[in-house]
């Protein structure tokens, strides 16, 4: 029996006493993240593109934002559609609802920066239909969602794997691999002086996903914990596989990001970053890791990392006050 699900899924939500501590206390982290995308200016940025930026620069950030634009809101549609649906723990809706409103906050970061700055935008809008490396990641996570809107019956194990799947899919794979060649490239125009408002926004991007990522692991335990009939060696073995297809998917999209290496990045600098990332998943999954690639950019560990679990229990995070500055 779960107290994670529900057969009745309309229970209201009545919070206390609390059944996940743990889910709680990501919803007090996550209101200290609370940002606005238009708190940071981009005159600068207009600048750099305008005056500074290489063809083959600019390329890649319209490719970039070519793939978090769209992807933001099909992760939102996969808690919409497919998870709060069957999660009914109230503290876990309430995460649920705040990561609703945080991905379409980063739908909105992406479409002002899209706005102020001249790219492309029929080219950026249409990157998720035209460029092949971009649907095909595209593809691996909505035929996750669209499994679960075929019908899932909780009663069954077959039902309960699915929404595993679903959550490894997205919490660990989108949320905690997929989007880091962006953001890692992103982060280097600000090494090199230049879209430091990029960077900004991207700051306070990875700090939400951190947080979307550890709560997915607390979720999936949680749910383990629960169903732990699920965690054949079988099922193990599965869960690693579309892992490492994911990371697949990655490699092709980071060579189509970065065709030509600029900032002194390539793709495979990007490859190494994701197969590094993709161990720390691993192991927060419990498995072991698989490629040992040493992290070729080890002044993006601090902004990656998970957060340390014992934060979320401490009173207040000071990096994370409402409309605070990070530098
Ligand atoms: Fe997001
Ligand atoms: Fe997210």
């Known amino acids: ?158 039902g309960r794997r699915k929404l595993l799947r679903d959550m490894v899919g997205y919490f660990v794979v989108m949320e905690g691999v997929f989007f880091y060649g962006g953001f890692l490239t992103a982060l280097s125009f600000r090494r090199r002086n230049l879209l430091k408002g990029l960077g900004s926004l991207i700051d306070w991007v990875i700090k939400d996903e951190s947080l979307h990522l550890s709560f997915g692991i607390h979720l999936i335990g949680a749910y383990l914990e629960e169903h732990p009939e699920l965690m054949t060696p ?5 869960l690693h596989g579309m892992i490492l297809k994911a990371v697949e998917l990655e490699r092709a999209y980071n060579r189509a990001l970065l065709p030509q290496g600029v900032l002194g990045l390539s793709a495979e600098v990007l490859n190494q970053y994701v197969e590094y990332l993709t161990d720390r998943r691993l192991e927060e999954l419990g498995f072991e890791p698989h490629f040992r690639t040493a992290n070729p950019a080890r002044w993006m560990a601090a902004q990656t990392d998970v957060p340390e679990i014992v934060n979320f229990f401490e009173a207040r995070n000071t990096t994370y006050e409402v409309g605070g500055r990070r530098e």
Not at 71 to 98: C, D, K, Q, W
Not at 234 to 238: G, L
């Open 1 to 158: 029996m779960s107290n994670l699900t529900h057969p009745d899924n309309l229970e209201a939500l009545q919070l206390f006493p609390l059944r996940y501590p743990w889910a709680y206390a990501h919803v007090q982290q996550a209101k200290h993240n609370t940002w606005f995308p238009e708190e940071i200016p981009l005159g600068d940025d207009l600048a750099d593109w305008n005056l500074r930026l290489s063809e083959a620069e600019k390329a890649a950030v319209e490719f970039l934002l070519g793939y978090f634009n769209p992807m933001e809101s099909v992760v939102t549609n996969n808690i919409a559609l497919g998870l709060y649906p069957h999660f009914t723990a109230p503290e876990v809706r309430l995460y649920l609802a705040r990561q609703m409103w945080e991905e379409a906050n980063h739908t909105m970061a992406f479409e002002y920066y899209l706005k102020t700055l001249p790219v492309n935008r029929e080219r950026v809008f249409g990157a998720h239909k035209d460029i092949p490396e971009i649907v095909a990641k595209e593809q691996f996570q909505v035929e996750l969602t669209r499994d679960l809107l075929r019908g899932v019956d909780l009663g069954t194990e077959d």
């Open 234 to 238: 079988a099922f193990a073995r599965e």
